[in-house]
């Protein structure tokens, strides 16, 4: 057991609960309704992709973003206008996110319950200010967390910005989280240690390979949650 008093930083959506399923199932609903006789599925996901990149890009993350990606995507690839039927329909996709209740991954509320006791923990996510502070507050897992920080994006820079505010020191300090992309690659760039927990609907955007850690700092692989007590 670890007795030296860490700082663990943690990602939220598919690391503490669930979060893409329901956008894929979206997605699905949405391909569906579009039904596409030129495109197939996965052409029509693939070009859903891009425009997502673009979007998240101009507007940022959250289901306001994820809305008007879906009413682009049905734009570009059907001659029909977007009625007010249609984009009544296309919101509803989005909607059926918004209502979800939060589904906590296996063992989170059991191993933060005893990491809080060692440990200072802070929650790092990205996405809509409001609606990571709206999960966060349903999930009950609020005060586990001695600090709250909503990124626009997960950079190397905006990690350094945190690990100067909350006073973190690097050698000592872990990121965790599911994306190689914005939990774990820029955190071991900026200096963190990091711990990869991969989830298996880990958004496509997300992906990435994930690095090596540069010298004299670590990096865990685990496949479940409760696994971090045998580290810390």
Not at 139 to 150: A, D, Q, Y
Request: include cysteine; proline fraction near 6%.
């Amino acid at each position: 057991m670890q007795p030296l008093r860490l700082t663990l930083l943690f990602d939220a959506d598919d690391t503490l609960w669930e979060n893409n399923i329901y956008f894929e199932r979206a997605i699905s609903a949405f391909i569906s309704f579009l039904d596409h006789r030129v495109h197939t599925p996965e052409e029509v996901r693939e070009r859903l992709n891009l425009i997502e990149q673009a979007t998240v890009r101009q507007h940022g993350y959250g289901l306001q973003s994820f809305r008007k990606s879906l009413i682009a995507c049905f734009e570009q690839l059907t001659t029909e206008a977007v009625t007010p039927d249609k984009h009544e329909r296309i919101v509803s996709f989005v909607d059926s996110i918004g209502t979800q209740q939060i589904e906590l991954l296996p063992g989170v509320t059991e191993t933060l319950t005893q990491l809080a006791g060692r440990h200072r923990l802070l929650l790092v996510t990205k996405g809509d200010l409001a609606e990571q502070h709206d999960k966060l507050e349903r999930s009950g897992l609020r005060p586990f967390f001695s600090g709250v920080e909503v990124l626009p994006e997960k950079t190397v820079s905006a990690y350094r910005v945190l690990i100067e505010h909350h006073a973190c020191e690097p050698e000592h300090s872990w990121m965790i989280g599911n994306s190689p992309r914005s939990d774990i690659n820029p955190s071991l760039a900026a200096g963190l240690n990091a711990v990869f927990i991969p989830h298996d609907f880990t958004w496509v955007l997300e992906h990435e390979a994930v690095a090596a850690p540069p010298p004299n700092r670590q990096l865990l692989e685990l496949t479940s949650f409760v696994e971090l007590l045998r580290h810390f």
